[in-house]
Structures are given as structure tokens and as C-alpha cells.
């Protein structure tokens, strides 16, 4: 008898094929840990197959952390509805990221936690989503800020406009706290049974957009003096 002869596929289907048991073995089991051996076996392909298609472990490390990027990216981006009020953009943007990283958990620890700790080259890869991210939210919180400078100059007591135009680094900040947030926020849901994506995005909103909302309204947290916090030492 000859020798059985695997199904041919086209080579995009089959690449993704590879990929997904990537992904899978990178998630588990980490970098540097995950083997070609067990990739190659979970996609149903010969280990010379995967290094003709994709070179090397770090090169197919690479195009995981690209895919599941893209895949994360697009997701939010796809979640949010144009034309909402800001805090309904972010709300709907939330859960489509804890959605997706709720139904991806491998994809979401490629990305989370293996990216970053394995290279600079893997991590530049995650920056690079990251920045896109930051860039959105970023957005969305100038222009919050903006709609609501005229309320908050009517709502201003005494004749004393308060100004929540906030200075273009103060914006960038919350960016980058909301976005870490959200990110620390997922890997805990995926380790927390029963914790839903509207439940998780409930908690950031509360969390951070109830106080950036006073913040809005002219009503910041001040830091005490440094006397006080002498004298109450």
C-alpha cells in the first residue's frame, strides 16, 4: 500500500491552520517553553512544512502576534458606533475588547504576557497595537472634554467659568491609565469564572469614566498640600 496522502489546501487556509495551533501552543504553554514538535502535530502538518511556511519559531511568534493583534484591534473598532456619545463609544468599545479577549484567551496571553517578556522585537509588535488603541481612547476623551466645556461654564457658580479643557499630556495620561486598566482588567476576567464582558466593562466604566466624569464637570481630585500631609504623618 503507498503512503497516505494528507487533503491538499490552499496555502492561505493552510498557514492559518498553523497559526491557530501557534497561537494555541504559545498561549498554554509560553515562548519558550511551546516546540515546533507540538505545533506541527496540533495543526495535523510535518515540522519541515511549518519552517517552508513560515521560517522559523520566531518568525511564526511574529505572525501570531500580528493576527491576534489585527483580530483585537479590528474587533473594538468594529464594536464602537460612530455618531454616539462619547461614553457610549468607549462602553461599546469595553466590551467588545473584554469579548474578544474573553473568547480568544491564548491570543489575548500571546499578546499580553508572551510578546512582552520575550524580545524587543515581539514587543514592538504589541506597542505598535497598543499605541493604536491609547490613540482612540485618547480621542474620545478630547472630545469629551469639549462637549463638556459649555455645560460645565452654565453649570460654574460664582461667575467663575470652570474649564475642563484639559491640557493635551492630562488627556494622553487617562489614555494610557484607562487602557492599562483594561488590559490588567482582562486577564483577570479570563482567570475569573463567571465573569462576563458587560460585567467587566460595567467595572472599568464605573471605575474610571464616573471619575473622569466629575473631572469633566470642573471637580478634579486635588492632592493635600504637602503641610498636611506632614502634619497628619
Known amino acids: 500500500m503507498g503512503a497516505v496522502k494528507t487533503k491538499r489546501m490552499p496555502r492561505a487556509v493552510r498557514e492559518q491552520q498553523m497559526l491557530d495551533a501557534a497561537v494555541q501552543t504559545f498561549g498554554q504553554r509560553g515562548y519558550m517553553a511551546a516546540s515546533m ?4 502535530e496540533l495543526a495535523g502538518v510535518s515540522k519541515p512544512l511549518v519552517y517552508l511556511y513560515l521560517n522559523s519559531k520566531e518568525d511564526l ?20 458606533r460612530p455618531g454616539l456619545p462619547a461614553d457610549r463609544q468607549l462602553w461599546d468599545g469595553l466590551q467588545a475588547f473584554f469579548a474578544h479577549t474573553g473568547e480568544h484567551p491564548e491570543g489575548w496571553s500571546v499578546l499580553h504576557l508572551q510578546a512582552r517578556t520575550h524580545g524587543e522585537t515581539f514587543a514592538a509588535e504589541v506597542t505598535a497595537m497598543r499605541e493604536e488603541i491609547v ?48 488590559e490588567s ?18 467595572t472599568l466604566m464605573n471605575f474610571a469614566w464616573a471619575g473622569l466624569a466629575n473631572l469633566m464637570e470642573g471637580r478634579p ?4 498640600e504637602p503641610a ?3 502634619s497628619s504623618a
Open 135 to 182: 490613540a482612540f481612547v485618547t480621542r474620545l476623551i478630547a472630545v469629551t472634554a469639549r462637549e463638556a466645556l459649555p455645560h460645565s461654564r452654565l453649570r460654574s457658580s460664582g461667575g467663575t467659568p470652570m474649564d475642563p479643557d484639559l491640557p493635551e499630556h492630562e488627556v494622553a495620561g487617562l489614555a494610557e491609565a484607562l487602557v492599562g486598566a483594561a
Open 61 to 80: 511568534f511574529t505572525a501570531c502576534i500580528r493576527r491576534e493583534a489585527k483580530a483585537l484591534t479590528q474587533a473594538v473598532r468594529t464594536g464602537v
Open 228 to 230: 498636611a500631609q506632614e
Open 221 to 224: 481630585w486635588s492632592p493635600p
Open 37 to 40: 514538535d507540538e505545533i506541527a
Open 185 to 202: 482588567l482582562a486577564a483577570w476576567a479570563n482567570a475569573t469564572p463567571g465573569v462576563t464582558p458587560r460585567q467587566a466593562a460595567a
